[in-house]
């Protein structure tokens, strides 16, 4: 439903305006003061503000002025008994949709309210599908790995049901990207999409950002700020590194997701807000709790769905796929003719353990691109120390340290897989006879 604000000093001329546009079906506030218009204003947004030109204390153009730096795309309409040639350009030059004098016939009101709602339905729509296509732009996660794409079926399953989701994973994994396609197949997915990394700033700036301020919160608050869980309602909210986010900030988040309403810095009143809450973070999130840095209460609010996104070790039947798409992307960006990527270039690429993830590999072909002058990526355009740095990860399993006998254990299972389980050469691999590695199998209940 559309918004209109009417501000008219003369309380016979707002009452019946206030009556026509609600019968026209709009969703009208009406003030016969232009200060108290300029405060609701800054509260919340109108689509169409419809007003007086002469009152006391702020004038119309006062109420222009304030519209357009806090709403650009606010349609407001001048009316005025002292129509003058001046006044009429000044207002068309601050941004006016149309100079009325009076007296004027309420269907001429009619016509110029629906115009201009007309107006802004089309605006509304194209930012809406510019955003949609932004959105599917940036929504591109490539895969063939098993385990991946379970996890994409469980992200389509979920995202529906409008539950939180906590995203976990190293750094680099995609987990914003998990976020935006869960967002994308929601019943949401019409609404905002927003972002915020929470190891990113100070507790007092996140606050400032999360939930933003009234005019005169403290010093310098010249304007209201929206918070970005207020910009976010009907849509989603990603928060990235939660676990960076204070135990204070997190008391707040939790009243949030409670009580499904929070206050702005220096506001008397609570705003409702309807927010899907999407996590993420690269740490132990459990050892967190544990330790107490992290809330438990919180973390079973936004625990609702987890998904667990593994690093690109883990995945290598998508580095091929992955290779060529950013070798393509980057082609066509830097405008290059590069058609494919060598086999030797691959299999190098496809030994590397990736401590940055996907994000390294994503980085590792964006420079390729710019040194390759061929029309295929080789060796020689990948860093030079690849084929020597050679990177040891270490990961907890299941939360906890893994012991010496268990590091063996999933080291020897490595070297059987990269030898197609021909136990002589894992053998002289290990540094050991072929009748030592035949005793650990068997401790280690290794089938041989």
């Known amino acids: 439903m559309i918004k209109v604000l009417v501000i008219d000093d003369e309380k016979i001329t707002l009452k019946n305006l206030e009556h026509v546009l609600k019968k026209e079906g709009y969703d009208v506030t009406g003030t016969d003061s232009g200060v108290e218009a300029l405060k609701l204003i800054e509260k919340q947004e109108f689509d169409i503000v419809l007003t007086d030109i002469k009152m006391e ?5 006062e109420i222009l002025r304030k519209c357009k730096a806090l709403y650009p795309d606010t349609e407001v309409i001048m009316i005025t008994g002292y129509a003058t040639v001046e006044n009429a350009v000044t207002a068309m030059k ?4 149309y100079y009325i004098a009076k007296p004027f016939k309420l269907d001429i009101i009619r016509k ?11 605006k509304k729509e194209v930012k809406q599908l510019r955003q949609q296509l932004d959105f599917h732009e940036k929504v591109n996660i490539i895969t063939q790995n098993s385990k991946m794409l379970k996890l994409l079926e469980i992200a389509r399953q979920i ?3 409008d539950c939180n989701v906590l995203i976990t994973g190293e750094s680099g994994t995609g987990k914003e990207l998990f976020a935006r396609y869960i967002h994308l ?8 999409f927003l972002a915020v990394n929470c190891g990113a700033f100070s507790e007092e700036l996140l606050s400032n950002e999360l939930f933003g301020h009234e005019k005169g919160a403290f010093t310098g608050a010249n304007a209201l700020k929206k918070g970005l869980i207020e910009m976010a309602s009907s849509g989603s909210l990603f928060l990235d590194e939660i676990t960076e986010m204070s135990l204070t900030m997190q008391a707040k988040l939790l009243r949030v997701i409670q009580e499904r309403e929070f206050f702005r810095l220096g506001a008397t009143e609570p705003i409702k807000v309807d927010v899907r809450f999407i996590a993420a973070t690269n740490r132990d999130i459990k050892e967190e709790v544990k330790n107490g840095k992290f809330r438990e209460d919180l973390y079973y609010r ?16 998508d580095i091929p796929l ?5 070798s393509k992307k980057y082609s066509l960006l830097m405008k290059k003719e590069i058609t494919g990527v060598s086999e030797e270039a691959i299999n190098l690429l496809i030994n590397y353990e990736y401590p940055g993830n996907v994000r390294e590999l994503e980085n590792i072909i964006e420079r390729a691109v710019v040194l390759c002058n061929s029309s295929q990526i080789d060796v020689e355009h990948l860093p030079s120390d690849l084929k020597e740095l050679k990177i040891e990860v270490f990961t907890k399993k299941e939360g906890k340290f893994m012991s010496l006998e268990e590091l063996e254990k999933e080291y020897i299972k490595w070297i059987l897989r990269e030898v197609g389980n021909n136990k002589t050469v894992a053998a002289q691999i290990l540094g050991i006879d072929r009748v030592s590695l035949w005793r650990k199998l068997k401790n280690y209940g290794i089938e041989n």
């Open 57 to 61: 204390k702020v004038d119309g153009f």
């Open 94 to 97: 601050q941004g006016a949709f």
């Open 112 to 122: 110029i309210i629906l115009e201009a709602s007309e107006k802004v339905k089309l």
């Open 159 to 161: 995202a529906p049901t």
């Open 185 to 192: 197949n929601s019943l949401r997915k019409k609404g905002p």
């Open 302 to 317: 936004l625990n609702v769905v987890n998904i667990e996104i593994p690093p690109l070790r883990d995945r290598k039947d």
């Open 322 to 326: 992955l290779v060529a798409y950013f």
